[in-house]
């Protein structure tokens, strides 16, 4: 016999099953979800539904507009003076593969991303144990020298506590993490990644990623750096040892803090969160299989549901694919993020680590979505272009 269907609130969405028709009724009228409808929404076999509503709440904040940007990332050494589980791109010191870039290689790299036409530079490293506090701040002058216009989002919260601790700042508590932020604020610096989030998880933190920070120092180095007014991300790594519940906590977690960012008026904020699957590559961790297709849209889609007060959910093409994102754009994904090239966090194991989307290839798997693709710059304002010449609107 065929299961009935509920009454269709929206001829858009058939519910196939019923135990979601308080949710999507929740939903449309603009009430919170909790962890448990979150984890209904995980175990429910109608996609179809949950990948509908998640496109509903998508649209009511964007339309059809869809984002992307033009960026380069800098990653500018390998070396890392921890050894996560899940990591595929630490080395150690002297180990075959190591490397860090000198001040001169950066300039290379910045005169390139300003030859591109980028609007946004993206640095991220590992946990370098002897370069001193100095390297970051001349890391980040030399790019503002050369490419004065080019935003700088730099530094997981990770890399920020590690630079506490080499500037001697690390016994301060979140004093010391203020006044780190605060000169790399004073060097360039424009927003921090959303990295090292992992999940805000004890039990998961001890057993893959034990000697990093745990959630709530993360959550303290993002509350410092909206306190002194940057935007930030926060990334949530899925698909390895946690269970579906720890991820729905990581989401509550990040919610609860933007709701408080909100009621202090505290002018930095998360402004999008990043799903990001974990893919074994050659880590400790690669006898896990990752999270398949129907995981990765179910995730970015109640991700979006859950996190109702952070503007931006972003299906990061590079760890999803070009053809994964195309599906989060209609599950609650508004952004594909950039253009890219040499992103080695993920790569670094596999012949190439040369990842590039041209501007043609990343609009035209938008429009291939069903979407209008617009270009922003790492705040989300549009950017006007003319070739290499940009500026933005708002
Ligand atoms: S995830 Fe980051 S902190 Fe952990 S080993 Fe890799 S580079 Fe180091």
């Known amino acids: 016999m065929t299961p009935p269907i509920a009454p269709l609130q929206n001829p858009e969405i058939r519910i196939k099953d019923p135990l979601l028709e308080p949710i999507v009724e929740k939903v449309r009228a603009g009430v919170r979800i ?33 984002y992307y940007n033009i960026n380069r990332h800098i990653n500018y050494s390998n070396v890392c003076a921890l050894s996560c589980k899940f990591c595929d791109f630490y080395r150690k010191k002297d180990q075959e593969g190591a490397y860090e870039y000198s001040i001169e290689d950066i300039k290379k790299e910045a005169q390139g991303a300003k030859e591109s036409g980028a609007t946004e530079i993206h640095i991220v490293g590992g946990l370098h144990p002897w370069l001193p506090f100095s390297y970051y701040t001349d890391l980040i002058r030399a790019i503002r020298e050369i490419a004065p216009d080019i935003h700088i989002k730099a530094f997981t919260a990770v890399e920020i506590v590690h630079l506490a601790k080499i500037s001697k700042r690390g016994r301060d508590g979140n004093a010391g993490i203020s006044s780190v932020i605060h000169d790399l604020i004073d ?4 927003s921090l990644p959303g990295g090292g989030a992992e999940v ?17 120092q993360w959550m303290d180095v993002h509350r410092a750096a909206h306190e002194l007014g940057l935007n930030s991300n926060a990334t949530m790594l899925y698909g390895h040892i946690e269970s579906r519940v720890e991820r729905l906590r990581h989401m509550s977690l990040l919610r609860e803090e933007q709701d408080r960012a909100n009621e202090d008026s505290i002018e930095g904020k998360f402004q999008a ?12 961790l690669s006898h896990l299989p990752g999270p398949g297709g129907l995981e990765n849209l179910r995730t970015i889609a109640i991700v979006r549901l859950m996190l109702d007060n952070v503007p931006h959910v972003k299906a ?3 760890m999803q694919t070009i053809q994964m994102a195309q599906h989060m754009l209609q599950c609650g994904a508004d952004d594909i993020d950039g253009t890219v090239v040499w992103y080695d966090i993920t790569k670094v ?15 035209r798997a938008i ?14 304002r549009k950017v006007q272009r003319n070739g290499t010449d940009w500026s933005v609107l708002d």
Not at 200 to 216: C, L, N, P, S, Y
Not at 353 to 359: A, P
């Open 367 to 380: 429009i291939d979505a069903g979407f209008t693709p617009v270009e922003r710059d790492t705040l989300y």
């Open 273 to 284: 969160i990043i799903p990001l699957p974990f893919i074994p590559g050659v880590s400790e």
């Open 316 to 318: 990061f093409w590079i």
């Open 187 to 190: 060097a360039g610096l424009g």
């Open 349 to 363: 194991s596999s012949s190439s680590t040369h990842q590039e989307c041209t501007v043609k290839d990343l609009e």
């Open 34 to 66: 909790t962890e448990t409808e979150g984890l209904q929404l995980y175990e429910t076999n109608d996609i179809w539904t949950l990948c509908s509503l998640a496109d509903e709440v998508r649209r009511k904040w964007h339309g059809d507009i869809a």
């Open 200 to 216: 805000f998880d004890d039990r998961v933190h001890d057993e893959a990623f034990r000697g990093k920070i745990r959630g709530q």
